[in-house]
């Protein structure tokens, strides 16, 4: 009797394990958000009922288990909104996670609920209406000052973090938002299993939509652009370029695409190069940035763009590495470290360095490289130094001038899932 009730017991366990399991929604079979956040360090939350998902792929958990005590302000964990706070001028709020419930708001760091919290909703933010739909943050540099867009019905609130202070427009064409979303500069309505792109200042929504979710925001069965694509092993990944801008982002380019990672903590993300660069349809060969521009070479050419947010091609461009560097052949490599105006070309055996302050350019130095670095494929400077990468791996230099000089062979290091999103 004793064997047959723990018998009885493990049974009732696994059917209730069973129940759980099956009740895990699906992203895949199309639903809709009820809210989608990323957190400090750039991974992103889809959250629907009790539960949510971390990244693009991977099934649902309890959100519970992630973001302790949710739960305590609704008993099925339900969020009507969340954001990431974009406030840097206020260091105790920025990349601070707000959620909020009914008129209910709790804000979370490091996955802890905040001491204080929750708060009522006029308190942390006066003047927005409660039981929201959706809400997104937008830097000062997308919409003039730091500001939250709260959404309710198709009314629009924009609320500024400095003044406090709210403005309300109402965005009809625009459908009803039940989740929204900034990612890499872009803002997105989710509404049902599709969303729509939107301007966070105007509203104004250009280009063909809605689309589906299951085609970009998440990896499905037979959906997506990637829905079926695999992420290359760490052994396997060659660079053709790798460069870093003004505002922190870092480029790896290898054949016809190019992955991004932030310092704004979006995340690792992979595009065709023709998205941001639409002239470059062949890949590159190196590629560096200075000041306000991105310089992409292939071939015998060089296409420098304005680094704004479309990356505009200048007029005039390309031209040859002739005319704009001073330089003839094939480019390997291309570097340019902080604060300085020398651009460090790779070109077989040989660094050449190109002043790019003079005029007309022209190389001023013209060293020989180390035999085991005579078939490097990308380089880049940093405040570590330099990593010249050969295939898989990279070798790190004090400086450009140790690279050519040093006499000492630097082991090399191997490329890491932590640096560019492959699988170690």
Excluded at 296 to 321: C, F, Q, R
Excluded at 386 to 407: D, M, N, W
Aim: proline share 6%; net charge negative.
């Amino acid at each position: 009797d004793f064997q047959l009730f723990f018998i009885i017991r493990y049974c009732v366990f696994l059917f209730f394990l069973g129940n759980k399991v099956a009740a895990l929604p699906d992203r895949c079979a199309g639903i809709e958000f009820d809210a989608i956040t990323p957190d400090e360090q750039g991974n992103t939350f889809f959250f629907k009922g009790g539960h949510l998902w971390k990244g693009f792929h991977g099934p649902a958990q309890p959100s519970n288990e992630i973001f302790k005590k949710l739960h305590d302000i609704h008993p099925l964990g339900h969020v009507d909104a969340a954001f990431r706070m974009h406030n840097a001028e206020n260091p105790d709020d920025h990349d601070h996670i707000y959620f909020f419930v009914d008129d209910k708001v709790v804000r979370f760091y490091d996955q802890s609920l905040e001491d204080g919290y929750p708060k009522e909703m006029t308190e942390e933010f006066p003047g927005v209406p409660t039981h929201l739909d959706a809400a997104v943050e937008c830097p000062k540099t997308e919409c003039m000052t730091n500001t939250v867009l709260f959404f309710k019905g198709q009314d629009v609130y924009f609320y500024d973090l400095a003044t406090k202070t709210v403005k309300t427009k109402t965005w009809s064409h625009l459908p009803q938002c039940t989740s929204a979303f900034r990612w890499l500069e872009h803002y997105y309505c989710f509404h049902g299993h599709n969303f729509t792109r939107f301007h966070p200042v105007s509203g104004e929504v250009t280009g063909n939509y809605p689309k589906d979710a299951r085609n970009y925001f998440m990896k499905c069965p037979n959906f997506g652009h990637g829905g079926d694509r695999t992420v290359p092993k760490c052994s396997e990944v060659k660079l053709d370029a790798i460069s870093t801008d003004d505002t922190g982002k870092t480029y790896f380019f290898a054949g016809s695409t190019y992955m991004r990672l932030d310092t704004s903590r979006d995340g690792l993300h992979g595009f065709p190069i023709t998205r941001s660069w639409k002239e470059l349809t062949n890949g590159v060969d190196a590629v560096f940035s200075y000041i306000d521009k991105i310089y992409l070479m292939k071939d015998d050419k060089v296409y420098i763009y304005k680094a704004d947010a479309h990356y505009t091609l200048i007029e005039g461009y390309p031209k040859s590495l002739k005319e704009e560097l001073g330089i003839e052949g094939h480019v390997d490599a291309a570097f340019l470290c902080p604060n300085e105006h020398t651009v460090h070309i790779i070109q077989g055996g040989r660094m050449r360095d190109v002043d790019l302050t003079a005029t007309p350019r022209a190389i001023t130095n013209d060293v020989p490289l180390p035999p085991h670095l005579s078939d490097i494929d990308a380089g880049l400077c940093g405040p570590d130094g330099v990593k010249v990468f050969k295939g898989s791996q990279f070798y790190l230099y004090e400086s450009p001038k140790i690279l050519a000089t040093g006499r000492i062979i630097v082991e090399p290091q191997k490329i890491t899932s932590a640096m560019m999103g492959c699988q170690d």
